[in-house]
């Protein structure tokens, strides 16, 4: 089992930074969806805090790669690395199929599923700063992964609707319209399951040390 030491870099602190990363995008996804037209300056942001997340996963990889000893077990660091990173790029995503799909305006249900994305973030954000010392803080951690898992289920529920609703044989829907909601919406669910992924290694990573 790998053991803490008092020398090297601050892992957790990197973890953190990786999700703040992650979260900084989910709020300029909030900001590109506030008004009826999508912000395209917001969203063209997107793409730098993605190349941003990027560097960062190298920048952890290296240190991790060299390290001699590690707070935890050295695979359990890569795949909450990688988590985090697959979670960045699925923000940039949804930026990309509104970009792709020429999706000028939005509609209730993408405006909902982005407030969920960000509000996951900024649980998982205090989920990674109470990381650190989660031998002491395992029923706050337990909390947060709780409800992170809450707002993934919600976001299940808001998509079969949206689906349902779009595909109804009573009801007139643009096909070219419904093409383009319907990668949307699979999109932003994705980035919800996600956010779940990085809420459940750290789960993992809690029962497998403690």
């Not at 709780?146 to 949206?162: K, P, Q, S, T, Y």
């Amino acid at each position: 089992m790998s053991t803490f030491f008092s020398k090297g870099p601050d892992y957790f602190i990197l973890f953190e930074k990786g999700m703040e990363i992650s979260s900084r995008a989910a709020q300029t996804l909030k900001r590109a969806f506030a008004a009826d037209r999508i912000n395209e300056e917001e969203i063209k942001q997107l793409k730098a805090i993605e190349h941003e997340g990027d560097k960062h996963v190298h920048e952890c990889s290296k240190l991790i790669e060299d390290a001699f000893i590690t707070p935890i077990e050295r695979p359990d660091m890569m795949n909450l690395v990688a988590a985090i990173e697959a979670l960045t790029d699925s923000i940039d995503d949804v930026g990309n199929q509104v970009y792709m799909m020429h999706i000028e305006k939005k509609d209730e249900t993408a405006e909902k599923f982005v407030e969920l994305i960000a509000s996951a973030c900024t649980e998982l954000c205090n989920m990674m700063h109470a990381f650190k010392h989660f031998k002491k803080n395992q029923a706050d951690l337990h909390e947060i992964s709780i409800r992170v898992n809450h707002i993934e289920e919600e976001g299940d529920v808001l998509f079969i609707g949206a689906m349902r609703n779009m595909f109804d044989p009573e009801q007139q829907h643009d096909p070219v319209e419904v093409m383009r909601r319907q990668s949307l919406y699979q999109t932003l669910e994705d980035s919800l399951d996600c956010c779940e992924d990085v809420a459940d290694i750290m789960a993992h990573i809690i029962i497998a040390n403690t």
